[in-house]
C-alpha cells in the first residue's frame, strides 16, 4: 500500500511538472511535417543554411487578452528555439512590438539598441536616426560576412505598415542591397496586412503567409489533453490502466459537458491546461487514478470569474436590465442605448405580465448603479453632451458569467433563465 502510494506521489509530481512546462505541451503542434512550425522552421533554416534572406507573415487571431496564449507566438518561439539549439552563436534575434515601436525613429534606435546589446557594444541615445539606419545596414553587411542570421519579428505588423512605412522600406532595402543573412517575420490579426504595404515596400516583400486558426476544435482538445496526461507516463504511473481510463473519461458526455462550460468561459490551450493542472492536484493518491469528480471540482474552482459575486449581488430589476441587453445583443443590434433597453423590458412585462416592474426613473436609477459597479460601459467617451438615456452602452459581461450567476442562486425568478435561454 505504502508503495502503491509513492508510486501516485511520483505520478503527480511528474503530471504537475510537465504541465507547468508549457513548450512540452505546444510541441505537439511541431509533429507533422505540414505543420505551421515545420514551415516556418524551413523558411528561416533555409536562410541559416543557404545564407539568404526572407520574410514571412504570421497571420491569427489575437486572441482573449492575457488569458489567450496566442499560438503563433508561441511556435514561433519554439521554431527560435529550435534553431537557436541546432546553429549555436549563427543567430540573433531583433523583437519589435507595433503598439511601442510603430514610430519609424523609436524603432531604429531599438533595432541599434538590440545589436548594440547583442554585440556587447556601447549604446548611444543621442544618435540620430540616420545614424542608426546606418549602424543596422553595417550590422547587417558584417553578420553576412561571418555567416551570422538576424532574425527581425515584427509584433502587431499591421501597425508598422500604417505612415510612410520607412522602417519597412529601409530594412527590406538593406537585406537586398548589402551581403546579408536576414529574416524579417511579421505577425498580424489582420489578413489583408500585406494589402498595407506600399507598393515600393511590397515589391521587396516576400508574399509568404502562414495562417494559425484557434485551437479551439475537438479534436484538438482530445490532442492536448491525451499528450499532457498520458505521454510517455509508463515511467511514472502505476500500470497501464491509467491512459485508457483517462480516454475512458474523454469519452463520457458528462466530461464533455464540463469541457464545454470551461470553454464558454475561455477556449485558450492555457485554460485548458490550468484546469488539467488543478485537476491533478486532487489527484486521490490512495488509488492513483484521476476520476470524473476530480475534473468537475476543477472545473467549479477554476470558472469561478471575478463578476460572478458582483452579479449576484443585483437587484431583480438590475438582473432584468442586463438579461434585455443580453437578448438586444442577440437579436444582433449592435448599439443600443437606456431608452432600446426599456422598450425590451417593457415588451417582457407585456408577453409574461412580470411582477417586477418598476417606472422609468427607477429603471434609471438601477441603470446608472450597473454603471458604477462596471457591469456595463458607454460604447465611447464621445456624448458627453448627451443624457445617460441616449448614449450607447455595451455589456461587459458574458453570456456564460451572466448564466453561472442566474443559475448559482435559486432565489432569482425562473422566467430570468428562460429569457436568455
Not at 327 to 346: H, W
Request: aromatic letters at 8%; hydrophobic letters at 40%.
Amino acid at each position: 500500500m505504502e508503495q502503491q502510494q509513492t508510486l501516485a506521489v511520483n505520478a503527480q509530481i511528474e503530471l504537475r511538472r510537465r504541465l507547468c512546462d508549457r513548450k512540452s505541451i505546444f510541441s505537439i503542434f511541431s509533429e507533422s511535417p505540414n505543420s505551421n512550425h515545420s514551415k516556418l522552421k524551413f523558411i528561416v533554416s533555409n536562410s541559416v543554411t543557404e545564407g539568404c534572406n526572407n520574410s514571412v507573415l504570421l497571420l491569427g487571431p489575437r486572441g482573449c487578452g492575457q488569458k489567450e496564449v496566442e499560438l503563433r507566438a508561441k511556435v514561433l518561439d519554439l521554431v527560435i528555439e529550435d534553431l537557436k539549439s541546432e546553429h549555436h552563436d549563427l543567430i540573433s534575434v531583433v523583437k519589435l512590438d507595433g503598439i511601442l515601436h510603430s514610430d519609424d525613429n523609436c524603432a531604429l534606435k531599438e533595432i541599434a539598441k538590440q545589436l548594440c546589446l547583442e554585440n556587447q557594444l556601447l549604446f548611444s541615445k543621442m544618435a540620430s536616426s540616420d545614424d542608426n539606419s546606418q549602424f543596422m545596414i553595417a550590422v547587417l553587411r558584417e553578420y553576412g560576412l561571418a555567416h551570422k542570421t538576424v532574425i527581425f519579428v515584427l509584433d502587431e505588423f499591421d501597425l508598422f505598415a500604417q505612415g510612410k512605412q520607412r522602417l519597412l522600406y529601409s530594412l527590406l532595402d538593406a537585406m537586398q542591397s548589402v551581403a546579408s543573412q536576414a529574416v524579417v517575420i511579421g505577425a498580424s490579426c489582420r489578413l489583408d496586412a500585406d494589402q498595407l504595404l506600399e507598393k515600393r515596400v511590397r515589391s521587396r516583400f516576400s508574399h509568404r503567409k502562414l495562417l494559425f486558426l484557434p485551437p479551439n476544435k475537438e479534436d484538438r482538445k482530445r490532442q492536448v489533453f491525451l499528450h499532457s496526461l498520458t505521454w510517455k507516463l509508463h515511467c511514472f504511473t502505476l500500470d497501464s490502466k491509467f491512459p485508457l481510463l483517462l480516454l475512458n473519461i474523454f469519452k463520457d458526455t458528462r466530461f464533455m459537458e464540463v469541457l464545454d462550460a470551461l470553454s464558454d468561459y475561455d477556449s485558450s490551450i492555457n485554460n485548458l491546461l490550468n484546469f488539467l493542472f488543478v485537476a491533478v492536484c486532487d489527484m486521490a493518491l490512495d488509488t492513483g487514478y484521476l476520476s470524473l469528480d476530480n475534473f468537475k471540482t476543477a472545473a467549479l474552482s477554476i470558472q469561478r470569474p471575478f463578476k460572478l459575486e458582483i452579479i449576484q449581488g443585483c437587484s431583480i430589476l438590475e438582473l432584468y436590465i442586463l438579461v434585455c441587453m443580453k437578448r438586444l445583443e442577440d437579436k444582433e443590434q449592435n448599439s443600443y442605448n437606456f431608452n432600446s433597453v426599456m422598450k425590451e423590458y417593457k415588451g417582457i412585462h407585456v408577453s409574461y405580465q412580470i411582477p417586477d416592474y418598476y417606472s422609468q426613473n427607477v429603471c434609471l436609477r438601477a441603470f446608472e448603479h450597473l454603471l458604477q459597479r462596471e457591469l456595463i460601459c458607454f460604447m465611447d467617451n464621445r456624448g458627453h453632451s448627451l443624457s445617460i438615456e441616449f448614449r450607447p452602452v455595451k455589456l461587459l459581461i458574458s453570456s456564460y458569467e451572466l448564466h453561472q450567476a442566474l443559475k448559482s442562486n435559486r432565489f432569482f425568478p425562473a422566467l430570468l433563465h428562460k429569457l436568455i435561454s
